[in-house]
């Protein structure tokens, strides 16, 4: 009876545009997947949401994403 | 002091339109009620939000909830 | 297909007991039926998830719970 | 390694806005420092969520909370 | 820079004993090759977290996980 | 009217202890200090939960975080 929480950031531009439907599909499937092989839950009452979230909204290293990357290749 | 996140699924469409003003506010209202019947919590301290989720975002059964759908009315 | 996650604090002492397994299936049921009577959602799908936090793991205006407590009936 | 997930209402108007990229920033900035300072956590591996919720989503004391501030000049 | 919250049951008595080490390690590895395979993510700035729930503190059917069981097989 | 969720592992052996209450009231107060300096929120409706993660349920680099770091330094 598992729930599964991806986070993920929005690439792409200011607005980005996250994952796309296929990509979407697949995190559900592989998540899925690993839950039956791994602990042998049962695919009906298993869980996948995906959250698609902007890059500015997305902090690490004490700046928001795009300021990071920038900051490593600096 | 509670709180407490409800996740739903954006029905109706491609991108969906979630559950009316309305309807959020009977879920705001209900969960509020139970917390105070239940465990004698205070209203002014007890905070609900509601997440609404992008169909293609939500997976169950391996599937986004669309193909998911579909494939239990085959 | 909902997932809900309600947060409520341990009450009861330094280690706290939370809520009674009655009062979470009270809890369980009473979400339910709310998503079952305003969104019509089906309870086979619907999930709630009880997290129980410690005192001193919850903060509310700017103290943990104990301490804020404390400051209001000073 | 730190994971911080920071919710707040999207502020001004029907749909409101939400915290500016500058106060966003802000919040990454001062949150990795906190960690930093109190846990001697790693900037580099401390994420930092910011979630924008809009006011008909965030209910207190029953009420979503546009209704709830209403209610509390009357 | 994915986060990944994975909730699952702690199976296995009153007080249940969740996954063991090794199953975590497996979703852990699982769930972050998936992010690499399918949209190219870092494992380095992927985190995996899992929490373990009381059979009691999950419902799904409006009853506590173990309550619903039962009544499958009645 | 913010909600805070702050996830740490458990550091300091095979159960670990998490951060001490000390800590979790300074990572309290510094969060609410922040959410006010930086969006002007009311202290007394700024929740922050801290969340106590054990070194085998949290994953970075495709491994559990002891076996992670124990790679770095190898």
Same mark, same amino acid.
């Given at each position: ?12 531009? +200011?607005?980005? =545009?996250?994952?796309?439907? @296929?990509?979407? %599909?697949?995190?559900?499937? &592989?998540?899925?997947? !690993?839950? #039956? ?5 049962? +695919?009906?009452? =298993?869980?996948?949401?995906? @959250?698609?979230? %902007?890059?500015?909204?997305? &902090?690490?290293?004490? !700046?928001? #994403? ?9």
């Amino acid at each position: 009876m598992p729930y599964v929480n991806i986070q993920v950031t929005k690439e792409g531009g +200011p607005e980005g =545009t996250g994952p796309s439907a @296929e990509q979407k %599909a697949a995190l559900i499937k &592989g998540t899925t997947d !690993l839950l #039956v092989d791994v602990l042998g839950k049962s +695919p009906a009452t =298993t869980f996948v949401v995906v @959250e698609e979230v %902007a890059l500015e909204n997305w &902090g690490v290293g004490g !700046l928001p #994403v795009t300021d990071y990357r920038s900051s490593l290749t600096e």
